[in-house]
């Protein structure tokens, strides 16, 4: 099928929400926006000023007090000690977290740590066998996970039974067998038994965990004075922000507080990464600018090969290091971005054939780094959840992209799944695991995004079987991309002074989506830019031109314009500003043209 046209739709109003915001002395048009985004009241204080000394204590995450008191005596008895943390951005930020509470505020010898990571392509997500491999080579006595581990008993087991004991940090969600057995302590906020925030992320459970450490070390008189761990927020912001975590106030107030602290921490660049990146910028950094600039440049490495060098860059405290590190990860990145130009083109011709609530594609020659971003785009495009299949460890550096198999011997597959609001992409899993016994070889995940491992053999199969758990959930509704609109605005209100007025509402993203606006334009000037899918343009309303950028507006490789000089269209759009060689203007962002 050809890619289906959006549908635009008005986002509803609530209007107690707006009738009480207003009368705590909200500009009706902000409160107007917000009443769009939650669903029930919310102070000003969450809205605006949310403070990380008003979240909730942690200790009341189930083994939180046990693993506490396992990490203490670690640190008290000077015990060796693993981080075990996953590939992505999330995991990379966790691991930062844990190395610098554990360093820089509890004096703990660095030659005692080393940080365990897997290899996104060959090996996958989770404490994988050669993750167990690679630990039990060590004399360390303590396993701490960060961003993954809750799925994995089998391999926990084993280091159990090596001596090591292991705690578990991680946000994912428990399979329904429940927390691994043989682990010494599962800290997660998703167990069934937690009455804490589910929505945080893994470098926020990490983080939590660490205050809590500092907390009983104080207690115990280990140091006379230990310093805050307010400063390490930066790396949970980061964290929360990529991991696309609710950000929505009603939802989750640990994410907007700990996002904001995180913003003005990096803001006031107290790190050398933060340093570099701020240069690179030329701005005040925002939310945006940590989604769309930081997170796919710090996580390129470990889409493509070792996420070490993401980490270095994070902790790194000498400025001309982090200029280096940096640089290898912007020409990684660019790597990244020429792979999945190639890849996104293979899933979207593969996309138009299939019909139904679901689309998995396989990619025989594809790139397993980029399956997630890929999904990501399919799903914008198409409007339903999408998973993205590679050969296990396809495009890995190391040459054994073809040699990966399961027990059985044969050649093994793995996935990325992004899902879209109302339906849960790991249930679905969870769905397909429960009726196809051993169809999966591995799953994980949660509600928007998830990971699965099965036989190449096997795909067509799964693709029944999983197109049968979502339509489940999908029910008697049709499927379409949407484009939420916010209504539309007077050319007078398209300024700069609007852009920052919405600012003020910072952090925007997850279940609190940037406002998008609709309005009649004409088109100027159209012509691609960047690799060829990206428009920029000239418009006009009310005698004003503006400037705007239409990011994958078109297929690369086609002729056909979806907007012509001379025409009037109505488009979908968002306000942002652009800032080159220190000029701050107004630009656009097209999202779509309505019909």
């Known amino acids: 099928m050809v890619r289906p046209v959006p549908e635009v739709r008005a986002r509803q109003r609530i209007d107690c929400v707006f009738e009480d915001l207003v009368r705590e ?4 048009w902000l409160a107007d926006l917000v009443a769009k985004r939650v669903e029930q009241s919310v102070s000003v204080e969450a809205l605006f000023q949310p403070s990380v000394a008003k979240i909730d204590d942690p200790i ?42 554990l360093v820089d505020h509890f004096g703990v010898d660095p030659n005692n740590l080393s940080v365990v990571t897997s290899h996104r392509l060959t090996e996958g997500y989770g404490i994988t066998e050669p993750v167990v491999e690679r630990i039990l080579e060590t004399d360390a006595t303590l396993v701490i996970s960060a961003d993954k581990g809750s799925s994995d008993q089998e391999r926990i087991r084993k280091i159990a039974e090596a001596g090591k004991d292991v705690v578990v940090t ?22 069934l038994d937690s009455k804490y925030d589910r929505f945080v992320c893994g470098a926020a459970v990490a983080f939590l965990t660490m205050a809590k450490v500092r907390t009983r070390l104080l207690e115990k008189n280990y140091r006379p004075e230990i310093p805050s761990l307010v400063d390490v927020i930066d790396y949970v912001a980061v964290a929360t922000i990529s991991d696309c975590v609710a950000l929505r106030p009603d939802k989750s107030y640990i994410n907007r507080a700990m996002v904001k602290r995180g913003l003005a921490l990096i803001n006031s660049e107290k790190r050398a990464c933060w340093k570099v990146f701020r240069q690179e910028i030329g701005t005040e950094v925002c939310s945006e600018h940590i989604a769309f600039n930081l997170a796919p440049t710090v996580a390129a490495a470990g889409r493509l090969d070792w996420a070490d060098v993401g980490f270095h860059f994070l902790v790194e405290k000498d400025i001309s290091a982090a200029r280096k590190q940096w640089k290898i990860l912007k020409e990684e990145n660019s790597l990244r971005k020429d792979i999945e130009r190639g890849v996104r083109r293979r899933a979207f011709a593969a996309a138009r054939e299939i019909e139904g609530n679901s689309i998995v594609v396989f990619i025989d020659d594809g790139h397993s780094g980029v399956h997630g971003i890929t999904a990501s785009k399919v799903v ?15 495009g890995a550096r190391n040459g054994d992209q073809n040699k990966v198999t399961g027990k059985n011997g044969r050649a093994l597959a ?156 109505t488009f979908v759009y968002m306000l942002s500003d652009n800032v080159f060689r220190g000029n701050r203007t107004l630009q656009l962002k097209v999202l779509g043209v309505a019909e």
């Open 414 to 569: 793995s996935g990325s799944f992004r899902g879209i609001d109302g339906i849960h992409v790991r249930e679905a899993l969870q769905h397909v695991a429960d009726n196809h016994k051993g169809l999966l070889v591995g799953f994980g995940g949660h509600a928007g995004a998830a990971g699965a491992t099965l036989s190449i053999d096997d795909i067509a199969q799964f693709s029944v079987a999983y197109e049968d758990a979502i339509s489940l959930q999908v029910g008697a509704r049709s499927l379409k991309p949407i484009l939420w609109v916010d209504g539309e605005l007077d050319a007078v209100h398209l300024t700069l002074e609007t852009v920052d007025k919405l600012m003020t509402l910072d952090p925007w993203g997850k279940d609190f989506p940037y406002p998008s606006f609709q309005g009649k334009f004409s088109v100027l000037d159209v012509k691609k830019v960047g690799d060829g899918s990206h428009l920029q343009l000239k418009l006009r309303m009310d005698n004003i031109v503006y400037k705007a950028i239409w990011f994958f507006a078109v297929d690369e490789d086609s002729i056909e314009m979806p907007v012509k000089v001379g025409a009037a269209n």
């Open 380 to 394: 914008e495009a198409y409007g339903k959840p999408a998973a993205i299949f590679s050969p296990k460890g396809a």
């Open 170 to 191: 991680d946000h994912h969600a428990v399979p329904v067998e429940g927390p691994p057995a043989s682990a010494f302590a599962v800290v997660n906020p998703a167990r």
């Open 25 to 28: 002395g909200v500009e009706p």
């Open 60 to 101: 009341c995450i189930p083994d939180m007090d046990k693993a506490v008191d396992r990490i203490v005596k670690a640190i008290e008895g000077g015990e060796r000690c693993i981080l075990a943390v996953d590939h992505d951005l999330d995991g990379i930020s966790a691991a930062s977290v844990l190395w610098s509470a």
